[in-house]
């Protein structure tokens, strides 16, 4: 559940569409002490006073600070969307169409072009969702509203020299709520320390230019420890009883430990060299991993475990390896995103406002499913899961 955080009135106001003038005054009086802050560090105040004029708070960033999907969401359903066999087939097509590219990157940074499309494919589908929310707008409210205004007016501030430095056009500096944008959702501050011209136009754009996007992706990872010819990991058994206790991405251990400690790859190959440490993201009754130095880099990009597993997953799959050996512990499957557009399309027809169904479970297809279950004397949870859309699908 959404948690909100205390405002000013002024600010409360704002969620009801309401933008009293005290509000206003209020916002453009945050706005004038980050103009004083961000043209300290070198910005033209030109550039500021361009990129805010006549700018209104979009109050709605403020709930979704408060509601991120890669700690709540069961790891099944997340991976489930993330990685499907449309994911897969699009990421076999963007590793030919963008090979000379992705080879460029894969040896100027030594990172393999499978984990790199898969980090484009999680991010962003391959650039077609890379966010419309306008970066500016977006970080001048967080700068001014709720939790973390620290950060977020550093990232302002990193939005600011970019547009400065003319490497992304102004109008095409949109992205998510958070301020992430480009094919790979870079924060701004990323992409001053980290991005380059891979095309070599002069400019670092990881919106409009897909090889500056790949390459960005991959100094990323580069810089955040990947060791050329490591393996991210592999999915592993686990003998009976054993200590759980020793789990934990840090708690590294030599291959060969593992190995004496009866832990087998789930695939039946021979332990690599090296160490790794051992996840278990469903807990002990789930599919068991040991992840590298890796898989860490990944993680790197955004701090959860189950992100950092998607993109590991991906690209093995996009080099033809199969599903996961061990089921999820779960009797109710998780959904692809052609199954979860199937699910909305059907509750639909049943009369239900569920908006375009484009496999993205919000808070309408949610409520819809939540009734749904009631009526048929399912579980109340309102989660697109196999057992409603079987239950759909017989026509109940």
């Given at each position: 559940?959404?948690?909100?955080?205390?405002?000013?009135?002024?600010?409360?106001?704002?969620?009801?569409?309401?933008?009293?003038?005290?509000?206003?005054?209020?916002?453009?009086?945050?706005?004038?002490?980050?103009?004083?802050?961000?043209?300290?560090?070198?910005?033209?105040?030109?550039?500021?006073?361009?990129?805010?004029?006549?700018?209104?708070?979009?109050?709605?960033?403020?709930?979704?600070?408060?509601?991120?999907?890669?700690?709540?969401?069961?790891?099944?359903?997340?991976?489930?969307?993330?990685?499907?066999?449309?994911?897969?087939?699009?990421?076999?097509?963007?590793?030919?169409?963008?090979?000379?590219?992705?080879?460029?990157?894969?040896?100027?940074?030594?990172?393999?072009?499978?984990?790199?499309?898969?980090?484009?494919?999680?991010?962003?589908?391959?650039?077609?969702?890379?966010?419309?929310?306008?970066?500016?707008q977006s970080l001048a409210t967080l700068s001014c509203y709720g939790r973390r205004q620290g950060y977020f007016r550093g990232e302002l501030a990193a939005t600011m020299k970019i547009l400065d430095r003319g490497d992304v056009a102004a109008d095409h500096l949109t992205?998510?709520?958070?301020?992430?944008?480009?094919?790979?959702?870079?924060?701004?501050?990323?992409?001053?320390?980290?991005?380059?011209?891979?095309?070599?136009?002069?400019?670092?754009?990881?919106?409009?230019?897909?090889?500056?996007?790949?390459?960005?992706?991959?100094?990323?990872?580069?810089?955040?420890?990947?060791?050329?010819?490591?393996?991210?990991?592999?999915?592993?058994?686990?003998?009976?009883?054993?200590?759980?206790?020793?789990?934990?991405?840090?708690?590294?251990?030599?291959?060969?430990?593992?190995?004496?400690?009866?832990?087998?790859?789930?695939?039946?190959?021979?332990?690599?060299?090296?160490?790794?440490?051992?996840?278990?993201?469903?807990?002990?009754?789930?599919?068991?991993?040991?992840?590298?130095?890796?898989?860490?880099?990944?993680?790197?990009?955004?701090?959860?475990?189950?992100?950092?597993?998607?993109?590991?997953?991906?690209?093995?799959?996009?080099?033809?390896?199969?599903?996961?050996?061990?089921?999820?512990?779960?009797?109710?499957?998780?959904?692809?995103?052609?199954?979860?557009?199937?699910?909305?399309?059907?509750?639909?027809?049943?009369?239900?406002?569920?908006?375009?169904?484009?496999?993205?479970?919000?808070?309408?297809?949610?409520?819809?499913?939540?009734?749904?279950?009631?009526?048929?004397?399912?579980?109340?949870?309102?989660?697109?899961?196999?057992?409603?859309?079987?239950?759909?699908?017989?026509?109940?």
């Amino acid at each position: 559940m959404s948690r909100r955080i205390a405002l000013p009135l002024s600010a409360g106001l704002l969620f009801a569409g309401v933008a009293p003038v005290s509000a206003q005054a209020e916002f453009q009086a945050c706005l004038s002490g980050l103009r004083s802050t961000i043209t300290a560090q070198g910005v033209s105040a030109s550039t500021f006073d361009q990129a805010t004029r006549g700018l209104q708070p979009d109050m709605k960033v403020i709930d979704s600070l408060n509601d991120q999907p890669e700690f709540k969401t069961p790891i099944w359903d997340y991976l489930s969307a993330l990685v499907d066999d449309e994911r897969i087939a699009d990421g076999r097509a963007m590793l030919r169409q963008w090979s000379q590219a992705l080879s460029v990157a894969e040896s100027r940074y030594g990172v393999d072009r499978h984990v790199i499309v898969a980090v484009w494919g999680v991010e962003s589908d391959f650039g077609r969702a890379i966010g419309k929310r306008p970066l500016v707008q977006s970080l001048a409210t967080l700068s001014c509203y709720g939790r973390r205004q620290g950060y977020f007016r550093g990232e302002l501030a990193a939005t600011m020299k970019i547009l400065d430095r003319g490497d992304v056009a102004a109008d095409h500096l949109t992205g998510s709520w958070a301020g992430a944008f480009g094919h790979t959702q870079f924060m701004p501050s990323t992409f001053l320390r980290l991005a380059v011209d891979l095309d070599g136009d002069g400019r670092r754009d990881v919106v409009d230019s897909i090889p500056d996007a790949l390459g960005s992706t991959a100094n990323f990872l580069h810089k955040a420890g990947w060791t050329q010819g490591m393996t991210w990991g592999f999915e592993v058994k686990l003998p009976p009883g054993f200590n759980t206790a020793l789990a934990g991405r840090t708690k590294k251990r030599p291959m060969a430990a593992w190995e004496h400690l009866g832990v087998r790859r789930a695939d039946g190959r021979a332990m690599p060299g090296g160490s790794a440490g051992l996840i278990l993201p469903a807990g002990p009754n789930g599919p068991a991993f040991l992840v590298t130095r890796n898989f860490d880099a990944i993680y790197g990009y955004n701090a959860a475990e189950s992100y950092a597993l998607a993109i590991a997953h991906l690209s093995d799959r996009l080099k033809g390896a199969g599903p996961f050996v061990t089921p999820w512990p779960t009797n109710d499957r998780g959904l692809s995103r052609a199954e979860r557009r199937e699910l909305q399309a059907l509750l639909t027809r049943k009369g239900y406002d569920v908006g375009q169904p484009d496999g993205a479970i919000g808070n309408k297809t949610r409520e819809a499913i939540a009734d749904f279950q009631v009526r048929n004397g399912m579980q109340r949870n309102g989660r697109a899961s196999g057992s409603v859309l079987d239950a759909l699908r017989a026509g109940r």
